[in-house]
């Protein structure tokens, strides 16, 4: 596992909004279109990828967030132990996907950092540097949006009333981060 130092190293909270980095947990994207993908897939996540737009699935282990037609990032629910970069889901959908030809599993856990938001102003934030409309998003639990965050790309995924996850790149954290902690002092 990457070695890094996390650009937030404790809780914050502001008027009703906390923020914490959720780490370490596994993320793994997912590209596929054929039949026996989606089989396979099923099979080693137990549970259905989504298909429709914008949304996601979970089981009580695992989540996985619709991305585009054919790819999904496929999140643990659960924290892993920091000094593993080897996750035996992983092995077993890459032999089972990759080296089939089926499609392809790439674990993106240390490129993506893993925030989480919670409280009755996370909409707000997001709506004060985000161009997405987040109207119908936050009455959605489960529903998900590749948007931009302060001209950052970010994935936020609604986990229910006032709580949500948001993914943004590593490189990016630090950046986002600052951002966050300047706007919530805001709100």
């Not at 790439?106 to 707000?124: C, F, R």
């Not at 997405?132 to 009455?139: G, I, P, V």
């Not at 995924?157 to 006032?162: F, P, S």
Request: charged share 25%.
């Amino acid at each position: 596992m990457l070695n890094y130092n996390s650009p937030i190293d404790n809780q914050i909270n502001y008027n009703d909004l906390s923020i914490k980095e959720i780490s370490p947990i596994m993320k793994l994207n997912l590209r596929g279109s054929k039949r026996e993908f989606f089989t396979t897939v099923g099979k080693h996540l137990d549970m259905i990828l989504p298909t429709e737009a914008n949304t996601s699935s979970s089981s009580s282990k695992l989540t996985s967030i619709w991305l585009s037609p054919d790819e999904w990032l496929v999140v643990s629910n659960d924290k892993i132990e920091k000094d593993t970069n080897k996750y035996d889901l992983e092995e077993d959908l890459y032999n089972s996907i990759s080296k089939t030809s089926l499609g392809a599993v790439v674990d993106v856990t240390d490129q993506l950092v893993m925030l989480e938001l919670k409280g009755a102003n996370i909409y707000e934030l997001f709506s004060s540097g985000s161009p997405f409309n987040f109207n119908d998003f936050k009455e959605k639990k489960g529903s998900t949006t590749q948007t931009l965050l302060n001209s950052i790309d970010v994935i936020i995924h609604n986990k229910g009333e006032n709580l949500a996850n948001l993914f943004v790149r590593r490189s990016f954290s630090e950046h986002l981060y600052s951002w966050i902690n300047d706007s919530a002092s805001r709100l």
